[in-house]
């Protein structure tokens, strides 16, 4: 396995890759390599970048099995993701920050392209060179909704010399069975390449209707990803990225949460109904590096649209159901200007300047219909027929601009001085439909337009007393705009900004090529947060209002290391492989104490000192990796690794909650020159937990519903490369 991929070791540049996914081969000389990122936009060292990131690389993401975003999000310290069973609903929250799906508090960047609404920030991980997990307020570089942080994620680039390729079929328990391929390589050799990948999904669900037999919570996607790699000359390249993903997942695996402590897995209702979804980003890259200048544009296009249908009630008895269609458009256009990667200002002898600039440009159309299903004499003893409530028909029309720069001046090569801010404007069109049909109520309809504007600034100062080692302190302002919500109590239709000050100090070190580890310490001031709350009038109905003022801060550390082979290593001399046993460790360690402040308020009740919902007190993930090579092109490996989530509160009054957890992962298998196969168990303990669940007086005995949180799986994959 190549460096024995642990997250942080096995990364490269993303520009160095340009391959099919493939396994790691056999380990080689270890070195701690330079793990380039863009968690500033333009390409750096993570060791000098005075920000907290964590890296995971193609070959994490392969000996892991990740191929979710959340998945390989169990890396990174105080990070924690917000998922239902359907697959469209994954919302990551850092350092207690997060908010609604269509105004996330931290967002998914895919090849630079934003992911503007969370139902589109979970697809399928093909040919993926990189993700960084990025926290802390980062909006004097991307502007709106990254008060969290942000999530970067990089594809492969296709091969330029040569051809590359992978097929396997992994299969599981509960009838899970996949195929997935990829492929790559040169039309034009050293100047024009492809790639083109594919995988198809699905499963049995997890949770069982105790009134069909049943189950709910099946899954089943069919994603692909084609590209073009264009480089006419040394100094241009272009690229062209489109990705799409068709998945058709069962119900929502909702009941009632005490039912769920009592029984996992079980549910109880006469309707079961579905969840789909259809993603399809296009993206173009182009780039020129020249002597002084770097010049790169994006530009995005997602399209995307679900359908969905549930029983809202969430009972045996025929009360509510809910469809629920919703289709977005959305263009984003950046062009970003810098100083080239080795031509920096020089201002004196000892004193050097790199500097950025950048325009964003961004629209995005939403449209959302919705209708709630209700029996006869459900809403009132005197109607005596159905009756269909439309909550809500809305069109939400937004369009932006962002105007930012950002410039380091760095003293003898030791100390990097950096400043840098952002203005945003966006402006923002909302019609809102709410009726009933036949016409028991009268309707409500809001047609309104608002205008936003910001200016966030950032101010970080690094220190390296040596080569290897940075010592740093940043402080930067968040921003979030207001909106509309689709639909809301009466008065409740609008929501304002939301801000942040963030303050951070850390420090990176290595040693000896062998050692990386990193800490952070933070604190962040929100005025105006914006919650996403349970409207109590409309079951399952969600709306964004501000709760006044909170805080959050914490501890962040992270330790990676090749321990010292054991073995014989001098049976390479005559064998031409080592007989020594590499021994890779990880972990990562989050403390987040995140609180509302004073006057606090939300549902209507006071939530000063309560603690912000779905923020775990800690995370933390301990890991190790063996391999042994056992010829001169096999290699057996076996990886295990546990993951600690820290007691946290589903709701902002601080009703109910979850109780502290682990899971524990294994892995094991055999690699050849052309061939692999292997094994793994995920939550070997079968560890039961709720990971979700959130108010639902309307209907549950317990006020609350939620999902039961993965049990046990297990499965093996077994393939071929080339």
Known sequence: MNRLAIFIFSLAPSGAFAQAVVPPA???????????????????DVRTVPVSVTVVGQDALWNSGATAISEAGIYAPNIYFNEFSARKLSNARVRGVGSSPANPGVTTYIDGVPQLNANTSSIELLDVAQLEFVRGPQSALFGRNVLGGLVNVASLRPSLSGWTGSAYVPVGNS???????????????????????IAYGRRDGFTRNEISGRTLDDRSALSGKAQVLWTPTAAWEARAIVSGERARDGDYA??????????????????????????????????????????????????????????????????????????????????RLASAANAAVRLSDAVSLRWQTGLFLFTQDYEQDAVNSFAPFLLSPFLGFAVNQTSPRAALDDAGVGLYGQATTTVRDRLDVTAGARFDHETKKGRLSTFFTPAVAP?????????FSNVSPQLAVAFRPAPDRTVYAAVSRGFKAGGFNPASPVGR?????????????????????????????????WQDLQLNLP??????????????????????????????PVGSPGASVASGFSRKIDIDVFGAFGYTRARFGDGGEASGLQVEGNELPNAPGYT????????????????????????????????????????????????????????FAEAWIRNAFDTRYIPVAFAYSSFAPSGFVGETGHPRTFGVRAGVTF
């Open 26 to 44: 056999a380990p080689g000389p270890f070195q701690l390599p330079t793990v380039v990122v863009t968690a500033q936009k333009e390409p750096a």
């Open 175 to 197: 009838s899970a069975r996949d195929v997935r391929a990829g492929v790559s390589g040169p039309l034009v050799r050293g100047t024009l390449g492809v790639g083109a990948s």
């Open 254 to 335: 909702l009941h009632d949460l005490a039912a769920l402590r009592a029984r996992p897995f079980s549910a109880a209702r006469d309707f079961e109904g579905f969840t789909h979804r259809d993603v399809v980003n296009t993206t173009v890259l182009a780039r020129r590096e020249g002597a002084r200048l770097a010049f790169s544009t994006t530009t995005g296009f997602v399209r995307w649209k679900t359908d969905d249908a549930t029983d809202l009630d969430y009972s045996p008895l025929p009360l509510v159901t809910r469809s629920n269609a919703e289709e977005a458009f959305q263009f984003t256009q950046e062009v």
């Open 443 to 451: 309707p409500t309809e809001v047609v309104a337009e608002e205008s």
């Open 493 to 525: 239709e609008t929501y304002a900004e939301e801000h942040t000050w963030h303050v951070e100090g850390g420090v990176k070190t290595s040693f000896g090529g062998r050692v990386s580890a990193s800490a952070a310490v933070f604190f962040i001031d």
């Open 535 to 564: 409207d109590p009038a409309v079951p399952a109905q969600f709306f964004i209002a501000n709760a006044g003022a909170a805080t959050s801060r914490g501890i962040e550390v992270e330790v990676n290391a090749r321990v010292t």
């Open 620 to 675: 933390a993930t301990l890991g190790a990796q063996l391999s042994r090579a056992v010829s001169g092109s096999a290699t057996l490996y076996g990886r295990a690794e546990a993951v600690f989530y820290g007691s946290y509160f589903y709701d902002d009054t601080n009703t109910a909650g979850q109780d502290a957890y682990s899971l524990t992962h294994f892995r094991a298998g055999a690699r050849g020159r052309l061939v």
